[in-house]
């Protein structure tokens, strides 16, 4: 789909995230179809990381991210300017991917328990290679903690944001936050030794 192929002007760059979202907003709701390619664009790849988070299957996240961008184009119009537009948007792909993987939530169990951990050789990794296998790391968590994970340490978003995305209470995402990164650091252990603690 050519929504995932557009380039921002320097314009477009220097503009906060809130109010570079608001204006492509304004945009798009007065018929710039350019303006969609834009937001597209900017919000695909963390979308699609939070996709992958829960499904753990790369493939069926992109066919997801496809129907969250169907979701948004269609419900644009709805959008208040209250909160950020990232808040709205994760509340649309976390809820997607969550109603995709209880469609499916059979064949996911035995795929995530027999995935094996590849043997990393520790004195050759970069930082792309640090980032790759934290990726796998947070692949292999239960779906709710890698979701919590990514919002939270990846995308630095508030308790309080994570809420409205996910819909869990304050005591389940502190409980999942804690749980999770214990098990991360279990897995990053297991790929790259424990030097990379200070990675998350």
């Known amino acids: 789909m050519d929504w995932y192929w557009h380039t921002l002007s320097e314009s477009d760059l220097k503009n906060s995230p809130v109010q570079r979202d608001y204006e492509l907003i304004r945009k798009i709701n007065d018929g710039d179809a350019s303006a969609f390619r834009q937001l597209v664009y900017v919000h695909k790849d963390v979308s699609l990381s939070l996709a992958i988070s829960i499904l753990k299957d790369h493939n069926l996240a992109e066919d997801v991210l496809q129907d969250v961008f169907v979701k948004v184009y ?31 939530k059979s064949t996911f169990a035995l795929d995530e328990q027999t995935a094996e951990i590849p043997i990393v050789d520790k004195s050759s990794i970069d930082e792309a290679d640090q980032k790759k296998y934290i990726n796998l790391a947070l692949e292999r968590l239960r779906p709710d903690e890698s979701l919590l994970l990514r919002l939270f340490y990846l995308s630095e978003l508030k308790i309080k944001e994570i809420e409205k995305i996910t819909g869990f209470k304050t005591s389940k995402i502190k409980v999942d936050l804690h749980r999770g990164r214990e098990n991360m650091l279990f897995e990053l252990k297991q790929l790259l030794g424990p030097d990379l603690k200070h990675l998350l």
Request: net charge positive; hydrophobic share 30%.
């Open 74 to 104: 269609h419900k644009i119009h709805t959008f208040k300017f209250k909160s950020s537009f990232t808040t709205w948007l994760y509340r649309i792909v976390v809820n997607t991917s969550y109603n995709e993987l209880k469609k499916r």
